[in-house]
């Protein structure tokens, strides 16, 4: 059994169909690229597995358990985080503070009125942590306003990772960055790689193709085909499209 | 919203200016050529301000019609008073009880809103109440409202107060108000302030890292709203009645004016500067015409326009002028 799994996913939107019976599943420990062109369906197909949106029809599971229509909410608390292509910050507190936040660990205390979460110095330890895995050590009191672009993608991660999920989904990662922030990107999903199971919506085909154990293509709001990096590389429909150059 | 790094301090320096110039009116406030009275109801409006401002300014709820919950506190004050038993304890802990009851009734039907459709939602559930105040004569008097409420002596057992006089009656107000300036200090440097905050700055995201929005939401309307309903209260005792007027969309608006020209929006201590100002322009500008409130609301509209973070702000901004080099912000400046 995989950890997370799709069965016959659809989604409309008016007279739309934006997702017609989508069947996938991502098996524990596994990065699993998702790629195909603009308003494919990609986007759609992550708010409908996060919970963003509830499926027309289909069924999503979690480590067993059905997890179809529940609240983004209840889907993050199972251990399931994302993050996002248009970029989704707590601008107006620092990188810590939205990492903070982000925390089970403040979550726990939400209802806590009278505490200093100022003063909590294991929280702020355990944020201070975070920030130093995504690369943002030293930006800790920097706004998350401030903070450069790529900086920004990185703090975007940070917050999806400070939920300590056990599943990551991130949506168009290195949007935007230049070579050197994909570069250090690349290392840093290697690096959490070895530790959740990832699931990346990504147009840098250079950057699935290196990282991913397998990959989806979507196109029409439906799986066209699947498989290994390798696998795809001989793909007619991969092959025609701008991948060539990059392979 | 900025908000101070590491441990923030028990007792900041703008809550001991307050609370010292709140203090020492007596000694002052007449040679000053006003009056106890005067004091005590700037402190009743600070309260219900701050109170207002964790739903505005801390969790970016606009509430249009939170005066309706300050006349719920006076008229539950009153009504406890006349009908139930005239206890002061009682009736003041009955008045938050029931105020912030409506409320939560009324954020249940509201939470999930946000906006425009949220302001508009409070505007019509406060006319509700003033309408209710206005028309149920048998429980609220109608428009002549309650009359003969009265300043109940504080009694601990052991030794009991009067509250009669202005003075007394102030006294009692101020150690109520420095019990929730307190509670309120510590409430939006604790893990649920910085949530509602968050809530404020990102609801989406709140809720993809697995807050219960609207739950937070809830809460704090239904926190403001007891502080409003205590703040209705003690205005009841001051002013011995409880009338309509007060819980008209006048004092919605009074009370946004006096949070927004204060610089609530990016200062917990917006509102003591704007509902004091506001206070002092009603008695100061008052004395001279008549048409005071165009003159107060030409300065809110030039304030909005030209300095929307209010008077707090624009301080702010002086203490934070960059001196040196400019760094992206003060190295530990903000949550």
Known sequence: MKLFEAHGLSKRFGAQMVLQDITLGFEEGQLTGIMGPNGAGKTTCFNVLTGRYKPDRGRVTFAGEDITGLSPREIARKGISRSFQIMNLFDSYTALGNVLVAMPHVRRQGFNAWRDLGADTTAQQMAAAVLERVGLKGKEYVLASSLPYGQRRALEIGVALAAEPRMLFLDEPTAGLGAEGTARLMDLVRELKRQLTIVIIEHDMNFLFRLADQILVIHWGQVITQGTPAELRQNEWVQRSNLGALA | ?335
């Not at chain 2, 908000?3 to 020492?24: D, E, K, N, Q, W």
């Not at chain 2, 009991?160 to 006089?165: C, I, N, T």
């Not at chain 2, 739950?215 to 926190?223: D, E, G, I, Q």
């Not at chain 2, 509209?301 to 912000?329: D, H, N, S």
């Open chain 2, 1 to 335: 919203m900025q908000l101070a790094p590491g441990r923030a301090p028990l007792f900041p320096v703008p809550m001991l200016i307050t609370l010292v110039l709140l203090l020492s009116t007596p000694l002052w406030v007449a040679r000053a050529g006003l009056y106890q009275y005067l004091a005590l109801e700037i402190m009743i409006w600070v309260l219900f301000a701050l109170g207002y401002n964790l739903l505005l300014g801390f969790t970016g709820l606009p509430s249009f019609g939170h005066g309706a919950f300050f006349g719920v506190g006076a008229y539950a004050f009153g009504l406890l008073q006349l009908r139930v038993w005239p206890n002061l304890w009682f009736d003041l802990l009955g008045a938050v009880l029931v105020t912030a009851a409506l409320g939560a009734a009324v954020a249940a039907f509201i939470s999930h809103r946000r906006g425009i459709y949220y302001a508009l939602l409070t505007i019509a559930f406060g006319q509700i109440f003033w309408f209710v105040a206005n028309k149920w004569h048998t429980v609220t008097g109608g428009e002549d409202g309650l009359l003969n409420i009265k300043r109940l002596p504080a009694d601990f057992g052991f030794v009991s107060f009067d509250l009669a006089s202005n003075n007394a009656l102030f006294f009692f107000c101020l150690a109520l108000f420095t019990a929730v300036l307190i509670a309120l200090w510590r409430l939006i440097h604790s893990p649920l302030g910085r949530i509602l905050s968050a809530i404020k700055q990102n609801e989406t995201r709140a809720a993809f890292v697995g807050y219960n929005v609207w739950l937070y939401k809830w809460l704090a309307f239904t926190v403001s709203t007891a502080v409003a309903g205590l703040a209705g209260a003690l205005f009841a005792m001051a002013q011995q009645s409880a009338y309509p007027n007060v819980m008209s969309l006048h004092t919605s608006g009074f009370v946004v004016m006096m949070v927004l020209i204060g610089g609530g929006l990016v200062s917990f201590w917006g509102p003591v500067i704007g509902a004091t100002f506001f206070i002092l322009a009603r008695d100061l500008l008052g004395a001279y015409t008549e048409t005071w409130l165009l003159w107060y609301g030409l300065i809110f509209m030039a304030m909005v326009l030209f300095k929307p973070e209010g008077v707090a702000g624009v301080w702010q901004a002086w203490k934070g002028r960059p001196r040196k080099a400019p760094v992206a912000t003060r190295a530990g400046d903000v949550l």
